[in-house]
């Protein structure tokens, strides 16, 4: 296994598909995932940012014409956990490919519950199985993307439940097309309160959420991480290579993320001044009542001076 020697390639290659031919079995793959009008069409057809009501991609939802974009399939996953009161996570599986190496990490995809309303941040695509106990939760409205170098699975999302895209300014699906929404620290977050956080410094689109359920939970992607150990959904190999590279760590901050965004150390110092307690991450398992502590020395420890 050929190592590797620029951090920032091997973050850019962590969020590659291996392939873009969806290969998943059973009724997920094979579903339709074009639809003639989504669940609630009147919410999309009057909060669409102005820019996109006139698209035909997205007035009404009318049918359209395939895109040459295919999901990724459903990797396996662990099962659905509350983390507290109307948030929980899961645990799933990410592969890609770099060089002729494949590599095969976790990610976590967060699901905020508004009564029947569901909002998903970080999103990892589930069985048809795990889709099933998703649903009992409630209906999916809302798919948040945080980092510049997540989003494979919102599309699959976005056209299976006619769930409203949110992103920072500029950023596109990983099919092409425009979030319906825009990620503002000035506006509302769609679920629970939230308070958007904006990494105004990073190289690449980066943001954050702050929820105030809980003495605050903050909802991080890529800036922050809290791999504390090599989990299951890791191969041998790139569990490895990851805890060589300094990937593994409580609360903390990837070399690769830094290297590919080089964010001053001043977003950082904003991001730990908001209130919160516990940590929830598009990498690893929730961090909790420790987490703002933890983060404040994990920053002095990289940027230190």
Not at 26 to 55: D, F, I, M, Q, Y
Not at 111 to 135: F, M
Not at 251 to 276: E, G
């Amino acid at each position: 296994m050929a190592p590797y020697t620029d951090a920032s390639q091997l973050l850019k290659d962590a969020r590659r598909p291996i392939a873009r031919r969806c290969d998943a079995k059973g009724p997920v793959a094979t579903r339709r995932v074009l639809r003639e009008e989504p669940p609630n069409p009147e919410l999309h057809r009057t909060k669409l940012l102005p820019s996109l009501r006139s698209s035909p991609m997205n007035v009404g939802y009318r049918k359209r014409e395939a895109h040459m974009f295919e999901n990724s399939p459903a990797w396996p996953h662990g099962a659905l956990q509350s983390a507290f009161a109307d948030i929980y996570f899961v645990v799933g599986t990410n592969k890609t490919h770099h060089a002729g190496t494949d590599l095969q990490t976790s990610r976590t995809m967060v699901i905020l519950r508004d009564g029947g309303a569901l909002t998903l941040v970080n999103t990892v695509r589930l069985t048809e199985h795990g889709l099933g106990e998703l649903e009992k939760l409630g209906r999916v409205r809302n798919v948040v993307r945080l980092g510049a170098f997540h989003g494979r699975d919102d599309p699959f999302y976005r056209d299976w439940y006619g769930a409203m895209t949110w992103a920072l300014p500029g950023v596109r699906s990983a099919d092409g097309r425009p979030a319906d929404r825009e990620l503002d620290p000035t506006e509302p977050f769609p679920a629970h309160g939230g308070k958007v956080f904006v990494f105004s410094t990073a190289a690449f689109p980066e943001a954050a959420v702050v929820l105030p359920q809980e003495g605050g939970v903050l909802i991080t992607c890529d800036a922050v991480q809290n791999w504390t150990h090599v989990d299951p959904f890791f191969s041998k190999e790139t569990g490895g290579l990851f805890l060589a590279q300094g990937l593994i760590g409580t609360a903390n901050i990837p070399p690769t993320w830094l290297s590919a965004c080089s964010p001053d150390v001043a977003d950082y110092r904003r991001l730990v001044s908001l209130t919160f307690r516990h940590l929830i991450t598009a990498h690893g398992e929730p961090l909790r009542n420790d987490a703002q502590a933890l983060l404040q020395r994990r920053i002095a420890a990289v940027f230190p001076g």
